[in-house]
C-alpha cells in the first residue's frame, strides 16, 4: 500500500518532505546570480506585463502551442533565445523536466544509441526509458570511458550499414558535485565518429560565459554541440527552458515531442519574466559572476582548514563536504540550519554510503561574512579541522 512505502522509507531514514527556510542565510538553492530576488528585475517583469496588455488582454495562454497556446511574444521570445546562444531556433518548454523527457523519448530512433553520463538527470534517463533506442552508460566525465563506448558504438554502427546515430548526453555542470565537463575533449570524439553531442546547461546557464551563456559558449563549442538545454528556474531567476539547436530539430519537436504537443503553454507572465531574466542576467552577469567567483576561491581557502579528503570543491557554485553516515550527515545540516544557514544533507542511497555529504551552494547574494561564519560553524563540528 501506499502508507506501508511511506512507513518503509521512514524507518530508513529516508523520508521526503516539503519544508520551509524562512529566515536562513541561502547556502541551498539554485539561484546562483542572485536574479530570482532582484528588485531590479521585479520591476521590470511588472512593467513588461503592463506593457503587454497594451497588445493583448490574455492572461493564460488557453491552450497547447499547437492549438490556441501560440502567439507573436513567444515566438519573438524564441528568436530572441537563439540569437543570445548564437543557435540557429530555440525551442521553449514549461520545464526543462518536460524538454529533456520529450528530446530524449523522440529524437532516439531504433537502431540508433544513446551514449549517457553515469550521473545525467533523471529527466534524461525517464526520456531515454520511453525511446525506441539502445543506452549505455560511461563513467562520470570519464574521457577514456566515453571513448571507448563511442568505439563499440561505431562499429555496431557500421555492422548496421552506417545506419545508426549516435547520441552523447552530458550535463555542463553537475548539481551533486559541481563537476564541469570535459566538453573540448568530449567534442573531439564525438566529431571523429560523427556523433551528436547534447549538452544539458540547467547548471551552466548564467553562472558561466559572456553574459551567462553557459559553459559550452565559455568554451567556445556552440557549433560543435548539436544541442543544448537551458533552463531559467536556477541562475536566470524564473521558470521554463529551452533547446536552442537546428531549426530542423525544433520542427521536429513541435511534431514528436509530447511534453510540448500535449501540454498548455506558458502564459504572458512567464515569457514576460524569461525576456525580462534574460535582459538583467545581460546587464549583470558580470559583475555578479565576478562575485561568486571571489566566494567560490574564499571557500576554497577555508576547505584547507577542514580533515583531508573531505572536500569536493569545484569550480562551480555546488560545493560539498563528505559527512559519512546519514544520520552524522542530516545532524551537521541540522546544526547549520539552527545556526541561520540553509544547508541540506544528502544522503545515501542518492549519493554511494560513506560518501554522504553537505551540499553547499554559494550566491551572488552571499557575503563573504556568511561564508566566514558557515565555515566556522562546520570546523568547530568536525572532528581533525584546524581551527
Not at 136 to 145: E, G, I, K, T, W
Not at 206 to 235: I, N, P, Q, Y
Request: with cysteine; charged share 20%.
Amino acid at each position: 500500500s501506499l502508507q506501508a512505502a511511506l512507513e518503509r522509507r521512514r524507518s530508513n531514514g529516508l523520508l521526503r518532505s516539503l519544508s520551509l527556510s524562512t529566515g536562513l542565510s541561502d547556502f541551498s538553492s539554485n539561484d546562483y546570480l542572485g536574479l530570482a530576488r532582484s528588485p531590479e528585475l521585479i520591476r521590470e517583469i511588472d512593467a513588461g506585463v503592463l506593457q503587454q496588455r497594451a497588445v493583448s488582454e490574455r492572461l493564460g495562454s488557453t491552450g497547447s502551442r499547437l492549438l490556441t497556446g501560440n502567439s507573436t511574444l513567444y515566438e519573438e521570445v524564441e528568436s530572441e533565445l537563439a540569437k543570445f546562444h548564437r543557435a540557429e531556433s530555440a525551442l521553449i518548454f514549461n520545464s526543462g523536466y518536460d524538454l529533456n523527457l520529450g528530446l530524449f523519448a523522440c529524437v532516439p530512433q531504433h537502431g540508433d544509441i544513446v551514449i549517457f553520463d553515469d550521473l545525467i538527470h533523471q529527466s534524461v534517463r525517464e526520456g531515454i526509458k520511453l525511446c525506441r533506442a539502445q543506452s549505455v552508460s560511461f563513467s562520470h566525465n570519464d574521457v577514456s570511458a566515453l571513448r571507448h563506448a563511442l568505439e563499440e558504438a561505431s562499429q555496431g554502427s557500421d555492422q548496421l550499414s552506417g545506419r545508426r546515430n549516435i547520441i552523447v548526453a552530458v550535463e555542463s555542470v553537475y548539481s551533486m558535485d559541481g563537476h564541469c565537463a570535459p566538453l573540448a575533449e568530449f567534442c573531439d570524439l564525438v566529431d571523429a565518429v560523427g556523433a551528436s553531442l547534447v549538452v544539458d546547461e540547467a547548471h551552466g546557464t548564467g553562472v558561466f560565459g559572456a553574459e551567462g551563456r553557459g559553459w559550452v559558449s565559455e568554451l567556445g563549442l556552440e557549433d560543435r554541440v548539436f544541442c543544448r538545454v537551458h533552463t531559467f528556474g536556477k541562475a536566470v531567476g524564473i521558470h521554463g527552458a529551452a533547446m536552442v539547436g537546428p531549426l530542423a530539430l525544433r520542427e521536429y519537436l513541435v511534431n514528436y515531442a509530447w511534453p510540448l504537443v500535449y501540454s498548455t503553454s506558458l502564459p504572458t507572465h512567464s515569457l514576460i519574466s524569461i525576456r525580462c531574466a534574460y535582459a538583467t542576467m545581460r546587464r549583470t552577469a558580470a559583475a555578479r559572476q565576478q562575485h561568486l567567483r571571489e566566494l567560490i576561491a574564499l571557500f576554497h581557502q577555508r576547505l584547507k582548514r577542514l580533515p583531508p579528503n573531505c572536500a569536493l570543491s569545484s569550480p562551480s557554485p555546488i560545493q560539498g563536504i563528505i559527512v559519512p553516515g546519514n544520520a552524522e550527515c542530516v545532524s551537521l545540516a541540522q546544526l547549520l540550519q539552527r545556526s541561520g544557514f540553509d544547508v541540506k544533507p544528502i544522503r545515501s542511497p542518492t549519493v554511494p554510503a560513506g560518501l554522504e555529504r553537505l551540499r553547499i551552494i554559494l550566491h551572488a547574494h552571499n557575503t563573504r561574512e556568511e561564508v566566514n561564519c558557515l565555515m566556522d560553524v562546520i570546523e568547530s563540528a568536525m572532528p581533525g579541522a584546524r581551527l
